[in-house]
């Protein structure tokens, strides 16, 4: 049997890697093919519905398809994710000599975000925001940058025009996660030194293998030992794993998306069955 | 747990080189080994624990200081990494891998990354021990075309003395292609783990390219047309590009083909009718020189290496001359072309002396090819034999 696995292609080298994950399982006798698809939302639709067993899936993603397996009745399993899956922050950035030092002082100002539904560059910290009493709508002004939506926040482009926005002084704030911020500090969209870090989210996670209902058990099991198994001593992976951004596979854990599930009920993104409610969102 | 080693970036922030005395204070560290990390950046605990994410260090934030636990991928990447030799000529190793790709000789190459390309692999196959001293000296013997010859020198020739310079020019532009096509051929083919025959050959082409350059330009200093292209020559250079092995084609062209080349140069310097033409050909002949030394090194080397390549060097020469049987061999028009070259003038005594003087180049090219025979081990007899097998297009 095969394992069918769903992966949105948000970037070419999408393709890069999973062929060369693909000969790394069939090479070991697993019978692994990956079907691509333009957005999150129809890969966890695929997967709770069983057309495809596996999905490469967003933390969004992830969330959307746990809630819609809830409703069906159906038990999802967080298989894996990658080192770098683990335990990150998002923060909301200032300019040095702006004034602004703390959460607080943004009462009444403009932030900038990444896309609608990225949850490092929009979800998470929108929600901190809010837990700090600044009501989008209400006493602070968001200004979003939707670029690849649908892809749940893989494009960089939206956090980097928020960044770039906060630069030019069209906005007070902006929202990014911390790799983000160090990398764009070193790229000199954020000049070094020019930006100070007033909040930061607690730590989350990020992507996850999600296993869905059609998945054969023993098939699971050695999908799941042959992805522990990748090292990065391995010449013929290191590339890949490169790519994919990871030194190792972890084994999967739920507990890092709480704040995420908080925040996507806070404005309503999605239902508590799955359904897409989010009125501005076409992915 | 011992306390952990200490560095302190003082307020230099990640984003701008902190990560450096990061790797720097880890770098003997085994791995799970402990790092603190003072610093008065602001992000400082924002962008290490980025940082270490990304590198698969651990990071420890539960202290007032951030401690970086070190993970096993910042050195797995060189675990099976070996040395591409040493870097010196001592380092040479008598089979190249493929896989270094074009990593220097001497580098420490991370495993993986596409295998090279090349199938001269094997040191016996392409070296000469005196590849280093040949390229230093003609690197150091560059010679600019536009000022090392006096193209404004005056002088006066008959048309048809002209005419005949031309013809020889063209001849000589020819040949050139074929000199510097070969090289750039196994240029192409060649292991640059043996770096010293990559400089020597790319030396040979950039010579050939100049003397393009020069032959070019004399054999249209007076003329608007070029001479004639002869079917045979060109059938004689055509078996030289045809010939895949490294050191016959170093044989054929290098030893047999510019060696007789050493003496038709000098003969054109000798007997030139003017002083640009003289000059371009003493110029020529400086360079080519090395490329004889550079091929009688090789193959010295290779036959040293294995007796059997005497064997195969001659097989080579035979091949050759019976593929060119049915051909004319040089060009009847350039073989007139030096004979008035070397007469200066269309009387009778001058073509006598013209005549006795080619006589006298085919002699010396006869006598030159069998002394680079026998110095490269050939019998007397068979040295004989094989420069008379020679091609009667020189090259």
């Avoid at chain 2, 393009?212 to 047309?225: G, M, N, Q």
């Avoid at chain 2, 007469?343 to 006589?359: F, L, M, R, Y």
């Amino acid at each position: 049997m095969t394992i069918l696995m769903g992966a949105v292609a948000y970037d070419a080298k999408v393709v890069t890697i999973w062929d060369g994950f693909r000969r790394y399982f069939t090479e070991r006798g697993l019978d692994f093919d990956y079907l691509l698809y333009s957005h999150y939302e129809r890969q966890a639709e695929d997967l709770v519905g069983g057309r495809i067993d596996a999905a490469w899936n967003s933390p969004l993603a992830w969330i959307r398809a746990r809630r819609l397996a809830d409703a069906a009745g159906i038990k999802l399993e967080a298989l894996v994710m990658r080192d770098t899956d683990r335990d990150l922050r998002s923060l909301v950035v200032t300019k040095v000599g702006s004034g602004i030092e703390n959460l607080s002082q943004l009462d009444g100002r403009t932030i900038a975000v990444g896309a609608v539904d990225s949850p490092q560059a929009n979800l998470l910290p929108v929600s901190l925001l809010r837990k700090n009493g600044l009501i989008p709508g209400e006493n602070l002004t968001v200004r979003r940058f939707d670029v690849g939506v649908g892809l749940h926040g893989d494009h960089i482009g939206g956090e980097r025009d928020a960044a770039r926005a906060l630069m030019a002084g069209a906005v007070d704030a902006a929202c990014m996660i911390d790799a983000n911020h160090l990398l764009f500090s070193r790229e000199g969209v954020l000049p070094a030194g020019s930006t100070t870090v007033i909040g930061e989210t607690d730590p989350f996670d990020h992507c996850n293998m999600t296993i869905g209902p059609s998945a054969d058990p023993a098939e699971v099991s050695r999908f799941r030992e042959l992805l522990l198994a990748m090292s990065y001593d391995d010449a013929t992976l290191r590339p890949l794993l490169d790519l994919e951004g990871l030194k190792l596979w972890c084994p999967g854990r739920t507990s890092g998306y709480q704040a995420l599930e908080t925040a996507v009920d806070e404005i309503g993104f999605y239902g508590s069955g799955g359904d897409v409610r989010a009125s501005d969102y076409r992915p | 747990m011992s306390a952990p080693a200490t560095i302190d970036l003082e307020d230099l922030g990640l984003e701008s080189g902190g990560h450096l005395l990061v790797q720097r204070g880890l770098r003997d560290l085994p791995v799970g080994g402990r790092l603190s990390v003072r610093g008065q950046d602001p992000a400082l605990r924002t962008h290490l624990g980025a940082w270490c994410r990304s590198q698969g260090h651990g990071i420890d934030l539960t202290g007032v200081t951030p401690v970086v636990v070190k993970g096993s991928a910042s050195s797995a990447r060189w675990h099976r990494a070996e040395r591409a030799g040493r870097p010196d000529v001592n380092g040479v190793v008598p089979r190249a891998d493929v896989r270094w790709g074009l990593a220097p000789r001497g580098a420490l190459v991370e495993e993986g990354g596409p295998p090279l390309n090349v199938d001269l692999i094997d040191q016996d196959v392409v070296w000469a021990d005196a590849a280093r001293q040949l390229y230093v000296n003609g690197a150091a013997r560059q010679w600019n075309p536009d000022t090392a010859i006096a193209w404004d020198a005056e002088f006066e020739l008959p048309e048809e003395i002209e005419t005949a310079v031309v013809q020889v020019m063209t001849y000589l532009i020819e040949n050139e292609y074929a000199a510097l096509q070969i090289p750039a051929k196994f240029i192409g083919r060649l292991h640059p783990h043996y770096r010293e025959v990559m400089q020597v050959l790319s030396v040979q082409v950039a010579d050939e390219a100049r003397h393009v350059e020069v032959f070019t330009r004399r054999a249209l200093l007076r003329s608007s047309e070029l001479g004639v292209s002869g079917a045979g020559g060109r059938a004689s250079l055509q078996t030289l590009l045809d010939e895949p092995d490294f050191s016959l084609a170093a044989f054929l062209l290098s030893v047999l083909g510019e060696g007789s080349f050493l003496d038709l140069l000098s003969f054109i310097a000798r007997h030139a009718p003017d002083p640009v033409t003289r000059e371009v050909a003493s110029l020529a002949q400086r360079d080519e020189r090395r490329h004889v030394a550079f091929g009688m090194a090789h193959l010295k080397y290779a036959v040293e290496a294995d007796r059997s390549m005497l064997g195969r060097m001659r097989m080579a020469a035979e091949r050759r001359h019976d593929a060119l049987a049915s051909t004319a061999g040089l060009n009847q028009d350039v073989f007139d072309s030096l004979i008035v070259l070397a007469a200066h003038s269309w009387s009778p005594a001058a073509i006598t002396d013209g005549w006795s003087a080619v006589q006298q180049l085919q002699y010396d090219m006869d006598q030159g090819r069998q002394r680079r025979l026998a110095q490269l081990g050939f019998p007397a007899d068979e040295a004989t034999e094989l420069s008379a097998l020679h091609t009667r297009n020189f090259m």
